[in-house]
């Protein structure tokens, strides 16, 4: 990393439970912090309830709504793109990364490149060999990140199988990357949430693993591994939103991904 982003100031705010309103919208918050002089964020989260976290262009007639309420999954609109991602509560570690654009490379390869390092020492330290894809792959059910076409720019395998999606997006003045991590896949609830796909648990199993696949660790070690990766790569302190912050991710999360003209049309209430 280079020192003229690691000598900024960075925060660390730890593992927080969050629906996937909240998740999105600590994301522009801490966009908006950033941007005005505030401290950068590294964080990491957990999605409570489990969640379908859809890609920004994805159609909503990708998801099976009906198997989605059924089984408790919520489902929220990404601003950023690529296909959805089932988050589960248990078997999902996710993460953010916001700083300025000013002090990221402009070239986006180049930033996948720099942000990835510390999520790639987290998979080294919790004992699982995890890099970028050596080469792409074909879709296997192309709504699904996990079962899209594999990017070697952003995807990240473990033994041949995807183990953590990555994805980026720019405000006017930051830049925003946010990942999941597989602790433990769960192919039936992944394949539930979508119609019409012919994917079956072995095809499944063959593309996507977990860290528990190919490591015996907790899921409390493996955020807390991740958590200081994180830490470390930023020189970051631990830290916590503001009352301010927290206020204003309430008005996004009610205001924009809380709602259906954002989830199911993508149209932005906020900005009208």
Known sequence: MERDVADREWRLVREEELDGARAMGYDEVAAETAAAGGPRTVRVYRWKPSTLSLG?????????????????????????????????????????????????PGDLMETYGMLCEPVLEAFRRMGVDADFAAEPKGSLHYPSCYLRDVNPAHDVLAGGRKVSGNAQYRTRDAVIQHGSLSFSADPERHLGCFVDHDVTVEAFEERVAGIRDFADIAREAAVATLESTLAEWADADPGAWTDAERDRVEAIADGKYRTDAWTRERTDPLSE
């Open 56 to 104: 920004y262009r994805q159609p909503a007639s990708d998801v099976d709504w009906d198997w989605c309420a059924d089984a408790g999954v919520d489902v929220v609109r990404r601003p950023t793109g690529g296909g959805a991602i089932y988050h589960d509560s248990a078997g999902d570690i996710s993460y953010s990364i916001v700083a300025p654009a000013a002090e990221l």
